[in-house]
C-alpha cells in the first residue's frame, strides 16, 4: 500500500511538472508570436504539442505569408478536431484569400449548418459565392447575415452596392438606411444613398449625402462632380460653378468636367463661358498623336520616301504646334524635295521667328543653314 501510495505521488509530480513546462513553452511562444518572432514562435509551439499550439502554427505561417504551410497546418487541426469551429473559421478565410473558392463554399456551408445564428458565416458564405459563382446567387446570404445582425456593415455594403448597380432605389435606400443608424458617418453608405437618389433623378434629395461626404474629407473629383450636377439641376449655378472648378483642378484632363461645366454656364446665360469650357473639352478629349505621326515619319524617311516624311511631320506639327522640333523637320523635309533656296530660307526664318526662346541644338542649325542659303541666293543671283 506504501509503495502505491508513493507512486502516485510521484506520478502526480511529473504530471504537473509536464503541465508547468507546457505552460512555460506557450508562454514563451505566444510572447515571441505577439512581437512578430513568427518563425522562432513556429519552433518553439511545435514542442508545447497542444491543440492551442497547433492553432497557433497555423496562424503564424499565414503571418508569414507562408499560405500552403497554414493550410495544410489548419487542415491536419481540422481533421483531428472536427468540433472546433475557430481553426475552420480561419482556414475558411485563408481559402478565399488563396483564392480556392469551391473550399470555401464548401466549408463556410458546413459552418452555416452548424451555427446559423454567425452573421460572419453567413457573410463568409456570400464571399465565397460571390467569387465562385455568381454575386446574384450570393445575395440570399447577405440577406440571411444582416438577418441575423441588422448592423452587419459588410454585409449591408455589398446589398447596397448590388441593388444600386440595378437601380433599384427603394432597397439601396433600405440597406442603407439600415447601416447609417448605426454608422452615421459610414462614406461608402452615405455615397450610395446620394448616387440611389442621383441616378433617380432625384437631385435635391442627393445634394446633402454628397456635402457630407465632403465634410468628412472625401474630397475627390467624382463627388464634386455629381453634387456640381446635383446643384445644376437645382438652379443653383453659382454652387455647380464652385465644385465643377474644384474637380477641374484636381483633374484637369477629364473633358467631361468642362462639357458639363459649360452647361452650367450656358445655363446660366454666360455665353462666352460656356463657349470657352465646351471649347476647352473639345481640346482635352481631343487625342494627341503627334508622337504616332513622328514615328511613321521615320518609317517613312528611312523608306527614302520624303513628301511621305513631310506629310507625317506636318501632321504632327498640326498635332502639337509648340514642339519645334516638328516644324524643323517640316523645313528639313522642304530643303531636301524643293531645291527652292528662298521657300527653304523663309521656312527657316519662320521657325525662328515661331520659336523665340533658344533651343541649342534646334537654333543653332537653323541659324547655320539660314547663312548657307543666303550664300547660296547671293552667289546665285549674281
Request: proline share 4%; hydrophobic share 35%; aromatic share 16%.
Amino acid at each position: 500500500m506504501g509503495k502505491n501510495k508513493y507512486f502516485w505521488i510521484i506520478l502526480l509530480i511529473l504530471v504537473s511538472f509536464n503541465i508547468s513546462a507546457q505552460m512555460s513553452l506557450s508562454q514563451k511562444a505566444d510572447s515571441l508570436y505577439t512581437t512578430g518572432n513568427y518563425i522562432q514562435a513556429i519552433n518553439t509551439y511545435s514542442k508545447a504539442g497542444t491543440v492551442k499550439s497547433s492553432l497557433q502554427i497555423a496562424r503564424a505561417y499565414n503571418a508569414i505569408g507562408n499560405f500552403e504551410k497554414a493550410v495544410a497546418q489548419y487542415e491536419s487541426l481540422v481533421n483531428i478536431n472536427p468540433a472546433m469551429e475557430i481553426p475552420q473559421f480561419e482556414l475558411g478565410k485563408l481559402y478565399l484569400k488563396t483564392k480556392q473558392y469551391p473550399l470555401a463554399k464548401e466549408l463556410f456551408f458546413k459552418l452555416v449548418q452548424k451555427s446559423p445564428k454567425n452573421p460572419e458565416y453567413h457573410f463568409y458564405l456570400g464571399e465565397s459565392i460571390r467569387e465562385f459563382e455568381d454575386l446574384d446567387l450570393a445575395i440570399p446570404s447577405y440577406k440571411n447575415a444582416v438577418a441575423v445582425d441588422s448592423t452587419h456593415l459588410r454585409s449591408l455594403f455589398q446589398l447596397s452596392k448590388y441593388y444600386l448597380i440595378k437601380r433599384e432605389k427603394d432597397s439601396v435606400l433600405y440597406f442603407t438606411n439600415k447601416g447609417l443608424n448605426f454608422y452615421p458617418n459610414d462614406v461608402s453608405l452615405l455615397n450610395f444613398k446620394g448616387l440611389a437618389y442621383f441616378n433617380n433623378d432625384n437631385f435635391r434629395d442627393a445634394i446633402p449625402y454628397f456635402e457630407k461626404l465632403l465634410d468628412l474629407g472625401e474630397t475627390k473629383p467624382f463627388v464634386y462632380q455629381k453634387l456640381g450636377y446635383a446643384y445644376f439641376k437645382a438652379w443653383e449655378f453659382e454652387k455647380a460653378k464652385a465644385m465643377y472648378k474644384k474637380a477641374i483642378g484636381m483633374e484637369d484632363n477629364n473633358p467631361e468636367l468642362y462639357y458639363e461645366l459649360g452647361h452650367v454656364y450656358l445655363k446660366d446665360r454666360a455665353l462666352d463661358s460656356a463657349q470657352f469650357y465646351v471649347k476647352k473639352s473639345i481640346e482635352v478629349k481631343k487625342p494627341n498623336l503627334a508622337s504616332e505621326y513622328e514615328t511613321l515619319a521615320g518609317i517613312a524617311r528611312q523608306k527614302d520616301k520624303l513628301s511621305e516624311t513631310l506629310v507625317y511631320y506636318t501632321l504632327a506639327h498640326e498635332e502639337q504646334p509648340d514642339e519645334p522640333r516638328y516644324f524643323y523637320q517640316i523645313c528639313a523635309m522642304k530643303d531636301g524635295l524643293d531645291k527652292n533656296p528662298k521657300e527653304s530660307l523663309d521656312c527657316y526664318q519662320s521657325f525662328l521667328n515661331k520659336y523665340r526662346d533658344p533651343h541649342p541644338y534646334f537654333h543653332e542649325i537653323v541659324s547655320k543653314r539660314i547663312s548657307e542659303l543666303k550664300t547660296e541666293i547671293h552667289f546665285s543671283q549674281n
